[in-house]
């Protein structure tokens, strides 16, 4: 079984567009988050869900809204795409503040 | 910046040698952890290290930290062709972990020549 999953894996859009990627745990984690993976492999949290509540939110522009229907849950909508929204998001969860399980990710491309 | 910085960048090996990472940071923390990540695959934690231990195993794997010097590395011993891989060292961002998320590395991007 996988722990988180992701979906979809790829997804081709162009500017302008509104999706959404999906995540979800089967891991009984309280805590959920949403990390971004820049061309040169730099990572970085946009958002953090504890028990549905949000606890972080990075720098990141309001065109991105995270949504946690339950605790094992956390879906990212993402507004009026933008080039340089182009990167790799991962999903990961964690049970307090220890490590942490990461989803494949998902391949965003904005033409 | 609090993030952990990984040296080298890349490190490219022969088969069965031994293969040290470094990592530094700048803030205190309660607990350093690795991930490698495959090419084009999710992230996957090796091993944590919590700011009171010194030296941790996990088969082929050996962490240290040092506090005093705010570093750790990640030494693989008996290298494979499947360790190719980037290697990551991430802190959380506030000391006192919960749902704070991590600080990553920009990580070492390890080759291991057959």
């Known amino acids: 079984d996988t722990a988180v999953s992701q979906t979809p894996k790829y997804l081709v859009t162009q500017m302008g567009n509104d999706k959404s990627i999906k995540c979800e745990q089967n891991?009984?984690?309280?805590?959920m988050y949403w990390y971004k993976q820049d061309s040169k492999k730099f990572l970085k949290i946009m958002f953090s869900y504890n028990n549905k509540e949000l606890i972080i939110n990075e720098t990141v522009p309001n065109r991105f809204s995270p949504k946690s229907p339950d605790k094992a849950h956390l879906n990212l909508h993402i507004n009026s795409l933008e080039l340089g929204d182009s990167a790799v998001y991962f999903c990961a969860s964690s049970q307090s503040s220890s490590e942490q399980y990461f989803g494949p990710g998902t391949r965003l491309t904005v033409t | 910046s609090q993030q952990g910085e990984e040296d080298p960048q890349a490190l490219s090996i022969q088969e069965g040698e031994n293969a040290t990472m470094n990592c530094s940071y700048k803030t205190s923390i309660n607990n350093l952890q690795w991930y490698r990540q495959n090419s084009g695959r999710g992230l996957v934690h090796l091993i944590l290290?919590?700011?009171?231990?010194r030296e941790k195993h996990s088969g082929r794997l050996r962490v240290t930290l040092d506090t005093s010097k705010k570093s750790s590395s990640l030494l693989i011993t008996a290298s494979r062709a499947a360790d190719t891989a980037s290697y990551f060292c991430?802190?959380?961002?506030?000391?006192?972990?919960?749902?704070?998320?991590?600080?990553f590395g920009k990580g070492t991007h390890l080759i291991i020549q057959p």
């Open positions: 290290i919590r700011s009171n231990e």
């Open positions: 891991l009984g984690h309280d805590t």
């Open positions: 991430a802190i959380p961002r506030i000391a006192g972990g919960g749902a704070d998320g991590l600080t």
